[in-house]
């Protein structure tokens, strides 16, 4: 790498941290820093949306996807599609629409609402410790990235590089800053994709003709993979998008239903087919620049998967471009980044401390200390795992396998009870840890989250019915919640007896 493009992506970083350090002097409340005001319009909560959910972690997973798989990799950003629009259609209306939930800051106020303080407490917990785990990601594939651009750069200081600008640049903006630079981050990584990295990888790998000539045949087939594979997906993303505590933030952000649904349905066509298939394109492409030998000492039969990117576009770019395609990359990580550390720090302030009495000043500078304090164990777990993917799909199946079932049920199931969703909870996520640390191997190589989301639903139907809440009432919308008094505080949304929203 010349010094261009190390100048180039140093004045991204810098530019970034002043976006940051701008914010931070707009934020006077929690609304500003959690949700943004509640004022934002589709199109910037849509790109954000996509930004988020695809980011640098599946844009680096895509590619290691691409060079494993090949094309077929795209159908994992079809399940994303899947999940938005049903969101759009099922989920949207019933939470934007509700004048109860209009002052929520997080996700499990939801469960608070809906079920009682004990249930929206270990909510707070699944969803902290699972977007802890998402930033972690999110650090790791950045360093990857940094890794395989900067020969001189060692996996620990890029992992340091990325966590501090990462944790610093979003402590200091809130979700304000997050919205507004993922447009700009998103638009930065789709216009070095097509103009630059696309093209450039294309010539480079001899086009068509250069591909099919060095892959196997499976490799530009968009079957290239088995039931398992769609299913395992399909059960731990298209959820995510009914218990993603980032989604429900930009829920909340948007001005009314019909600019949250429209939010929706942008990210769902940005997510497939436009942002699967490029991501598993180059993927594909740096697996036959491997085996075309374009990558120095670099084998295709030894060599990460997720790497092949980064040192395909090391490879074929020349000074300048590689730090404006290094940096549109390092943008898509950051959109991600920065969400799910937003997320986990709301759940932290909202949903496990509570008010305790602090005015709105107080509230955002400890919610600014909580966020510094997740990203630090973000990035501490970042520095002992090895794969981005496989690290994010565990902290999706770790939420979905949770809250996923008693969502479902207070939405749509008339007989859900605060005991049923209680247990739900707790043994969904515990079958699913288990069975991964555990590393039993599973019949047909299903996923640990399908055993967790069945454990699940038979503990929330069984509990429910054995253990029904004393004032479960039918309402003109079908869900059902939990009747308390209203304090003045945002934590008080959590109250006993149990009637219909």
């Not at 630090?376 to 902290?395: I, R, W």
């Not at 009870?417 to 299903?446: E, R």
């Amino acid at each position: 790498m010349q010094l261009i493009d190390l100048l180039i992506f140093i004045a991204y970083m810098i530019g970034m941290l002043g976006v940051g350090y701008y914010f931070m002097g707009k934020n006077k409340d929690q609304d500003d820093y959690y949700v943004g005001g509640r004022k934002m319009g589709s199109l910037h909560v849509g790109l954000s949306v996509v930004a988020t959910d695809v980011g640098g972690g599946f844009s680096i997973g895509l590619g290691g996807l691409g060079f494993t798989i090949g094309l077929a990799g795209s159908w994992m950003l079809f399940t994303g599609l899947i999940g938005a629009w049903l969101a759009a259609v099922l989920l949207i209306p019933k939470i934007k629409g509700n004048s109860a939930f209009a002052k929520f800051l997080t996700f499990p106020q939801l469960f608070g609402h809906w079920y009682g303080a004990r249930v929206a407490l270990l909510a707070g917990i699944i969803s902290a410790i699972g977007y802890t785990g998402f930033t972690s990601s999110q650090i790791l594939a950045g360093a990857k990235l940094a890794n395989g651009t900067f020969p001189t750069m060692d996996m620990t200081t890029a992992l340091l590089v990325m966590g501090i600008v990462a944790v610093v640049y979003t402590v200091m903006g809130g979700l304000k800053a997050v919205i507004y630079t993922d447009t700009i981050q998103w638009i930065i990584l789709m216009a070095g994709l097509i103009f630059i990295g696309i093209p450039m990888a294309w010539v480079a790998v001899g086009g068509w003709e250069g591909i099919t000539e060095t892959v196997p045949a499976e490799m530009v087939s968009m079957s290239n993979l088995t039931w398992t594979d769609l299913l395992n997906w399909g059960v731990t993303i298209i959820p995510i998008w009914f218990v993603g505590m980032t989604l429900y933030q930009r829920i909340y952000a948007t001005k009314d239903v019909k600019s949250a649904k429209k939010a929706w349905f942008y990210a769902g066509l940005f997510e497939w087919p436009i942002m699967a298939f490029m991501g598993v394109m180059l993927g594909l492409m740096s697996r036959v620049a491997a085996e075309q030998g374009l990558l120095g000492d670099f084998s295709a039969a030894t060599m990460d998967a997720e790497t092949g990117l980064p040192l395909l576009l090391r490879t074929i770019l020349p000074a300048g471009i590689l730090g404006l395609m290094m940096s549109a990359y390092f943008s898509a990580i950051l959109s991600t980044a920065d969400s799910c550390l937003m997320a986990a720090s709301g759940n932290v302030m909202t949903d496990l401390i509570g008010e305790r009495g602090m005015n709105s000043k107080h509230h955002l500078r400890y919610s600014q200390i909580a966020t510094f304090i997740l990203g630090g164990l973000a990035l501490l777990l970042a520095t002992q795992m090895t794969e981005v993917l496989g690290l994010m799909l565990y902290s999706y199946a770790f939420m979905v396998s949770g809250l996923f079932i008693p969502v479902l049920g207070a939405l749509f199931w008339k007989k859900s009870s605060a005991a049923g969703a209680f247990w739900a909870m707790l043994i969904g996520g515990v079958t699913t840890v288990v069975l991964i640390l555990s590393d039993i191997a599973l019949p047909y190589k299903l996923d640990a989250n399908i055993f967790g989301l069945t454990a699940a639903l038979i503990v929330f139907i069984v509990i429910s019915y054995l253990f029904p809440d004393k004032h479960n009432a039918n309402s003109n919308n079908g869900i059902s919640g939990t009747e308390r008094n209203r304090h003045s505080n945002l934590s008080s949304e959590r109250r006993d007896s149990h009637i219909s929203v």
